[in-house]
């Protein structure tokens, strides 16, 4: 498979991150813990996202060592973004997750 199809899927994957985190952003407005107003949409992108960008940036990874081909900057550039997209992704889960923490709401059952 050619590697542009990764780099390009995986750019694509983090612009929809992005894309997410700024209507979560945008549709928090003046909600008391700054996520409840936000769309149940814009939660699913931002979740499924990150991973899907992490599983092909292992992928375009394992694509250039197998063929043994150096990265190009477009390569290196997606890999950024997906990286970038995976921990801006991480941090907004666990300020979410510490935000419910506070308000008393438990993932874990006791």
């Given at each position: 498979?050619?590697?542009?199809?990764?780099?390009?899927?995986?750019?694509?994957?983090s612009?929809f991150?992005?894309?997410?985190?700024?209507?979560?952003?945008v549709?928090?407005g003046?909600s008391?813990d700054?996520?409840?107003k936000?769309p149940?949409?814009?939660?699913?992108?931002?979740?499924i996202?990150?991973?899907?960008?992490?599983?092909?940036g292992?992928?375009?990874w394992?694509?250039h060592?197998?063929?043994?081909?150096?990265?190009?900057w477009?390569?290196?550039g997606?890999?950024s973004?997906g990286?970038?997209a995976?921990?801006?992704?991480?941090l907004?889960?666990a300020?979410?997750?510490?935000?419910m923490g506070q308000?008393?709401?438990?993932?874990?059952?006791?």
């Amino acid at each position: 498979m050619k590697t542009a199809l990764f780099s390009i899927g995986l750019l694509i994957c983090s612009i929809f991150c992005f894309v997410g985190l700024y209507f979560v952003i945008v549709n928090s407005g003046n909600s008391c813990d700054g996520w409840s107003k936000t769309p149940l949409l814009w939660f699913q992108i931002i979740n499924i996202s990150p991973i899907f960008c992490s599983i092909i940036g292992v992928a375009l990874w394992y694509d250039h060592k197998r063929t043994g081909n150096r990265l190009t900057w477009m390569d290196q550039g997606a890999l950024s973004a997906g990286f970038l997209a995976l921990i801006v992704g991480g941090l907004f889960l666990a300020m979410i997750m510490s935000s419910m923490g506070q308000m008393g709401i438990s993932l874990i059952a006791q």
